[in-house]
T-cell receptor
């Protein structure tokens, strides 16, 4: 079955700097890659996603890159702010498949 | 804005007791899920229902059973809890590929 690996368990950046979180997956049939954010003591919230028909998607300060050959995708956050501090989870699934496999999470700390 | 509601938020119980968690979504989605998040924050899917039909049933102990009365409700019953069941149970509903999560139900088994 699919395995999603999140390479950084923790990441600290200074406010205003960029942060990059990397994930790899194993199933070549995976075609949908969302990112979720979990703030301390709260539940998960969707932040951005990318489908396999594109290799880049941007939404304000967030950009997701997808490299299907390497089976790798990454979340880039520019101009980080303290409120970006949270655990970020990547996930992979097949389009139309209800089963999402999550990575282990990356704890991002933005230091003021 | 919360649209996936879970009760209770927190429950402490003894080994061997029965526990039920309730989940309701007001988003009109056809698909609902139960995920388990352990103390290391690892997320594992347990069950998924589409319009009251079970469509994903991961390898979970038989003491776990989902129950759905309609597409807006998905409950989770644990018949005889074990210490390793201590976790946060997250309910979610889905439209297309995006999941919307509830605030979670934390279970502590003593």
């Amino acid at each position: 079955g699919e395995k999603v690996e999140q390479h950084e368990s923790t990441l600290s950046v200074r406010e205003g700097d960029s942060a990059v979180i990397n994930c790899t997956y194993t199933d070549t049939a995976s075609s949908y890659f969302p990112w979720y954010k979990q703030e301390a003591g709260k539940s998960l919230h969707f932040v951005i996603d990318i489908r396999s028909n594109v290799d880049r998607k941007q939404s304000q300060r967030l950009t997701v890159l997808l490299d299907k050959k390497a089976k790798r995708f990454s979340l880039h956050i520019t101009a980080t702010q303290p409120e970006d501090s949270a655990i970020y989870f990547c996930a992979a699934s097949h389009t139309g498949n209800y089963k999402y496999v999550f990575g282990a999470g990356t704890r991002l700390k933005v230091i003021a | 804005e919360t649209a996936v509601f879970q009760t209770p938020n927190y429950h402490v119980t003894q080994v061997g007791n029965e526990v039920s968690f309730n989940c309701k979504q007001t988003l009109g989605h056809d698909t609902m899920y139960w995920y388990k998040q352990d103390s290391k924050k690892l997320l594992k899917i347990m069950f998924s229902y589409n319009n009251k039909q079970l469509i994903v049933n991961e390898t979970v102990p038989r003491r776990f059973s989902p129950q759905s009365s309609d597409k807006a409700h998905l409950n989770l019953r644990i018949k005889s809890v074990e210490p390793e069941d201590s976790a946060v149970y997250l309910c979610a509903s889905g439209s297309g590929n995006t999941l919307y999560f509830g605030e979670g139900s934390r279970l502590i088994v003593v």
